[in-house]
């Protein structure tokens, strides 16, 4: 909150631009009656309600309705994990925390990639809620609002063990999962215990390129996931794979320790785990995937709709081990990029005269 108060980045903009006109109430029967071009201002048109109205060349190419190619080249697409894939972009905490080219470094990392290192974050409790809390709300969920990951006999789930944990994404269990994980290395001085990422919609797209029949029941057969504790509960059922309204990949739910004994028909179970099986293989072949080890101050943001997560097995009596987690959401990160590159404010619909 303090680093963007110190950017400018708080306070209540002048203006929202809310539409006042109620949609529904327009007649039907409004038209154009006639239409001219202004060379320099842009296309005239004449209504039938005795109104005329000027439009910008530069709004109606951005709201025009061009086919779905066209469309579609205007929408953003991050490039998708190699199968031999680097490790994330790092980024200077201080850089981040006080610079707008250092937040602007972080965010792009994030979006084009799906997956930034922040190094040199003190190794304080909850630095990695006051890191978040630079860039927008944390999204808070069950059991922690900071989540604890070390071992604990008594944890509510196998992060608190010290075996390995396949890539999986968090939190399946809610309708509408955290699209952000910020994971702090508070200290990670154990033998092994080194992070492991992969690309989920790298992997989906192979399934999708040469299984398409696989890809395309794991869009369709609604997973249970649940994760409870003694006291708590949090439930969910949906695919595997969730699609935009254009058919791209928008979210993958992945967890083998959370998903649930399916409900759908029974002549759908053998097709699910046929092609779940694929999937899962592809996930754990090793292609579309960082190995790394994080140093203590490291902090790694993933996109948890595309990015999933895992670790190899510790040995915890050789070191020090404690993570510190919080979550957000994409669209509160993808909303800060946007404001500092002053992308936010609309196209003005009339030409400025
Ligand atoms: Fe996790």
């Known amino acids: 909150m303090a680093a963007r108060q110190q950017l400018g980045l708080r306070g209540q903009g002048a203006q929202s631009s809310e539409r006042k006109l109620f949609t529904a109430d327009i007649h039907e029967a409004v038209a154009p009656v006639s239409v001219g071009y202004d060379p320099e201002l842009g296309l005239d048109v004449f209504w039938n309600d005795g109104r005329a109205c000027t439009y910008a060349p530069a709004w109606l190419r951005r709201h025009d309705y061009s086919d779905e190619p066209t469309r579609r080249a205007r929408r953003f697409s991050p490039t998708l994990w190699d199968e031999k894939a680097s490790e994330p972009p790092r980024v200077g905490h201080t850089d ?23 190094t040199g974050v003190p190794s304080l409790d909850g630095e990695v809620e006051r890191f978040a809390e630079v860039f927008g709300p944390v999204r808070e969920l069950a059991f922690e609002r900071v989540h604890n990951v070390r071992l604990d006999p008594g944890g509510y789930n196998v992060a608190h063990t010290s075996g390995e944990l396949k890539p999986h994404t968090d939190f399946p269990s809610y309708a509408w999962p955290p699209s952000v994980q910020l994971l702090h290395f508070r200290a990670n001085r154990t033998t092994g215990g080194e992070s492991n990422l992969v690309d989920g919609w790298a992997a989906i797209a192979e399934l999708r390129r040469t ?3 696989h890809f395309a029941v794991l869009t369709r057969v609604p997973v249970p996931y649940q994760l409870f504790s003694e006291h708590e509960d949090t439930a969910a059922e949906a695919p595997m ?10 979210l993958c739910r992945f967890s083998n320790q959370l998903a649930q004994p399916l409900r759908a028909p029974f002549d759908q179970v053998e097709a699910f785990y046929a092609a779940y099986r694929t999937l899962g293989r592809i996930i754990d072949s090793g292609r579309y995937r960082a190995t790394f ?9 993933v996109h948890a709709h595309r990015v999933l997560h895992g670790r190899l097995a510790y040995d915890p009596a050789s070191g020090a081990r404690h993570l510190q987690n919080v979550y957000m959401e994409f669209d509160d990160l993808t909303a ?18």
């Open 336 to 353: 800060r990029r946007r404001v500092l590159r002053g992308e936010h404010k609309p196209l003005p619909a009339q030409p400025l005269r």
């Open 96 to 118: 981040v925390v006080a610079t707008t080219t250092g937040q602007l470094a972080y965010l792009d990392a994030l979006r084009e990639f799906g997956a930034v290192i922040v």
């Open 293 to 301: 080890k994080s140093a203590d101050g490291d902090l790694l943001t």
């Open 211 to 213: 299984h398409p029949e």
């Open 241 to 250: 794979i969730e699609l935009d309204p254009s058919g791209d990949v928008r």
